[in-house]
C-alpha cells in the first residue's frame, strides 16, 4: 500500500479524525489517541493521521519520558512485541497495530518504534516507518540496526541524501565492512536513479526509451544487476567467515553473522544450522535469539511455498504439506507464549485465530470467549464465536454473536459487510429467509458488487 493523505480518505474517517484534533486541542489527550487509534485501524496508511497520533501519546506522557516509561518498560511491553515480532512474518499491518498499543503508553519505547519501522516498510509505508525510526535513533543513537533501518526508509521515500549519510557515517565506523559499502552503494545507485539520473539520460538521448522503452525495465533490470552483485558479495562473506571460524569455532558473533548471510541467500537449513550452534554453545535461547530462529523458520516455509510449480504433479499436496508445517509451527508457537502469559488477551485472540484456521473449533470457542473481554478485539471475537458456532451447527448462538457483534461496529466497512453476510447465511440455515433477505440487502444498499449479494437480492424481486 502506499501512504494517504486526509483527500485520500473517506468522509466518514475525515470527519472522525477532525475530532481527534479537536480533543488533541482541548487537551483531552485520551480522548484524541482514542480516535485517531479507530481510524488507523481502518486506514493504516494515513499518515496525518499517524502524526497527530503520535503527537498526542507524547503530550500525554509529558513529553515521552520518565515515569510513564519506567513502568511501562520491560515485562509489561515483552508479550506485546513478541505478538508483534510475530505478526512481522505475516501480517505487518498488524504489527503496527501492537506496537501503538505500546506507544499509547510509553511513545519513547525503542522497541516499539523499531517493530513500527519494520513493519511499516513491509507494508510500503517509508514516512511511517522515517516517524518511528527518527524517534528511534534518537532514543537508541548507538544501535546500528536502526541507523540502518533508517537509512532504508529514507532510500524508499526518496530521501537519498539523508540515506548515504547515514551509511557512510557508519562506513567511518567499520571502514572493513563489505555488506555495508555494497549497500552505500546500492542506495547511491537507487538516488542516481530516482532524483533525476535517469530522467536526465532520457531526455537528453533518448536511448534509455528507445532501447528499454519503459522506465519499469529500467529498474528491473538494475535490481537485478544488484541482486547479482549482492549474491556474489555474500558468497564471498560466507567463505570469509567460515574460514575463520574454523580457526575459532566458539566465536558467536561469527556464527551469527554467517547465518544472518544463509539466510539472506535462502539456504535456510545452513542458517538455522548456525543458529543451534549458538544454542549448543551458550546453553540456552535468548528472546532476540528465539524471535530469529523463529522467523528463519517461516520464511523456509514461505519461500518453499513461493517456489512450487502450480502446474508440476503433486504440487497442491505439497503445498498442503508445507502450509500444514508452517501454521504447526506458528500454533505451537503461540501455545508457548499463551502459556507463558495467560492473562495476555491478545495472545488469546491470537491463538484462537490459528486454532480456527486449523480446523480446532472447540479450541478457537474458548479462546475467543476469553479475547472478547479485551475492548480491542471484542468485535472480531463476537464474529469469530459466531463463525465458530455456526461451524458446529449451533446456529442459534451463532446469531447471537454476529448479532451482538454487529451492534458494536459502527462503521460499514469489509468487516461489517463481511458479518451482515455471515449472519445472513446463519439466519437462512435456520428457516429466517425474509431475515435473511433483509440482510443482503442492507449490503446491496451500500456495495451490489459484494460476493453474490447483486444475484441473491435481484432475484427475491424478480420471483427467482
Request: hydrophobic share 35%; glycine share 6%.
Amino acid at each position: 500500500m502506499a501512504e494517504k493523505t486526509i483527500s485520500q480518505i473517506p468522509r466518514p474517517l475525515r470527519e472522525k479524525y477532525e475530532k481527534g484534533k479537536s480533543a488533541f486541542e482541548r487537551h483531552n489527550y485520551d480522548y484524541a489517541i482514542a480516535i485517531f487509534n479507530q481510524v488507523l485501524e481502518q486506514e493504516p496508511a494515513f499518515y496525518d493521521c499517524r502524526e497527530a497520533l503520535r503527537a498526542s501519546q507524547f503530550k500525554k506522557a509529558g513529553g515521552g519520558g520518565g515515569f510513564f516509561k519506567k513502568i511501562w518498560s520491560g515485562a509489561g511491553s515483552q508479550p506485546l512485541l513478541a505478538r508483534g515480532q510475530l505478526a512481522l512474518m505475516k501480517e505487518p499491518v498488524d504489527a503496527l497495530k501492537i506496537a501503538e498499543q505500546i506507544l499509547n503508553s510509553d511513545p519513547s519505547s525503542a522497541a516499539a518504534h523499531k517493530l513500527l519501522g519494520e513493519a511499516a516498510m513491509l507494508a510500503d509505508l517509508p514516512k511511517t516507518a522515517i516517524l518511528s525510526l527518527e524517534i528511534a535513533t534518537k532514543n537508541s543513537p548507538k544501535d546500528e540496526d536502526i541507523k540502518k533501518n533508517l537509512a532504508r526508509a529514507y532510500s524508499a521515500a526518496g530521501e537519498g541524501d539523508k540515506a548515504e549519510a547515514i551509511f557512510a557515517e557508519l562506513m567511518r565506523l567499520h571502514p572493513g565492512d563489505l555488506r555495508l559499502d555494497q549497500e552505500l552503494k546500492d542506495i547511491s545507485a537507487k538516488k542516481t536513479l530516482t532524483e533525476g539520473g535517469y530522467e536526465a539520460l532520457s531526455d537528453v538521448t533518448g536511448s534509455y526509451r528507445d532501447i528499454l522503452k519503459d522506465k519499469d525495465q529500467a529498474v528491473a533490470m538494475e535490481q537485478e544487476s544488484r541482486q547479482v552483485k549482492t549474491e556474489d558479495l555474500a558468497k564471498k562473506e560466507i567463505a570469509k567467515y567460515e574460514q575463520q571460524l574454523a580457526k575459532e569455532p566458539n566465536n558467536l558473533k561469527l556464527l551469527r553473522n554467517v547465518a544472518e548471510l544463509y539466510a539472506q541467500q535462502n539456504d535456510f537449513d545452513k542458517a538455522l544450522e548456525a543458529y543451534q550452534r549458538i544454542v549448543t554453545q551458550e546453553g540456552n535461547t535468548d528472546a532476540s535469539l528465539q524471535k530469529v530462529i523463529a522467523e528463519t523458520t517461516v520464511k523456509k516455509l514461505n519461500h518453499a511455498i513461493a517456489q512450487l510449480d502450480p502446474k508440476a504433479p503433486g504440487s497442491a499436496e505439497k503445498l498442503k504439506q508445507l502450509e500444514g508445517e508452517r501454521d504447526a509451527f506458528l500454533l505451537a508457537d503461540c501455545e508457548q507464549r499463551a502459556e507463558k502469559y495467560p492473562n495476555d488477551l491478545l495472545i488469546r485472540f491470537d491463538l484462537g485465530k490459528l486454532y480456527f484456521q486449523t480446523g480446532k473449533i472447540r479450541e478457537a470457542i474458548q479462546e475467543f470467549q476469553k479475547a472478547q473481554n479485551n475492548p480491542s478485539k471484542r468485535i472480531q471475537s463476537l464474529s469469530y464465536l459466531g463463525q465458530c458456532f455456526a461451524q458446529r451447527g449451533m446456529n442459534d448462538m451463532a446469531a447471537r454473536s454476529l448479532q451482538n457483534a454487529l451492534k458494536e461496529k459502527p462503521i460499514f466497512d469489509d468487516e461489517k459487510k463481511e458479518m451482515i453476510y455471515s449472519l445472513a447465511i446463519v439466519l437462512d440455515k435456520m428457516g429466517k429467509k425474509e431475515e435473511a433477505m433483509d440482510q443482503y440487502k442492507l449490503i446491496y444498499e451500500v456495495d451490489s458488487g459484494y460476493k453474490d449479494v447483486a444475484d441473491k437480492v435481484e432475484k427475491s424481486y424478480s420471483g427467482g
